[in-house]
């Protein structure tokens, strides 16, 4: 079993900085890949940055040049550096990843959100 802690939410204005953390921990033989999602009030989640072992980032149009996502492999933690946030920026936000859990196979894990909101 993997747990995800997440951290960093909060009340922002628009056009500010937050940074949000997501430490993964349990029976954790390597993790392939990590990512943030997002889900606003009344919408579907939507995935905001991804970042993988071996290939690098991808990240959804809407962020590309304010959001940064980052991974520390040694302390199995990745954050999201998000800047000029916007009004249209407020969901709660998911840490997810990809870990391979026993030494025969992975699954997918979530954390519980965060909350994050951009005052106008």
């Known amino acids: 079993q993997v747990q995800l802690v997440e951290s960093g939410g909060g009340l922002v204005q628009a056009g500010g900085s937050l940074r949000l953390s997501c430490a993964a921990s349990?029976?954790?033989?390597?993790?392939?890949?990590m990512g943030w999602y997002r889900q606003a009030p009344g919408k579907v989640r939507e995935s905001v940055a991804l970042?993988?072992?071996?290939?690098?980032?991808k990240y959804a149009d809407s962020v590309k040049g304010r959001f940064t996502i980052s991974r520390d492999n040694a302390k199995n933690k990745v954050y999201l550096e998000m800047n000029s946030l916007q009004p249209d920026d407020t969901a709660v936000y998911y840490c997810?990843?990809?870990?391979?859990?026993?030494?025969?196979?992975?699954?997918?894990?979530w954390g519980q959100g965060t909350q994050v909101t951009v005052s106008s």
């Open positions: 970042i993988f072992s071996d290939i690098g980032t």
């Open positions: 349990g029976t954790i033989f390597s993790i392939n890949a």
């Open positions: 997810n990843a990809a870990v391979q859990d026993s030494e025969y196979g992975w699954d997918d894990y």
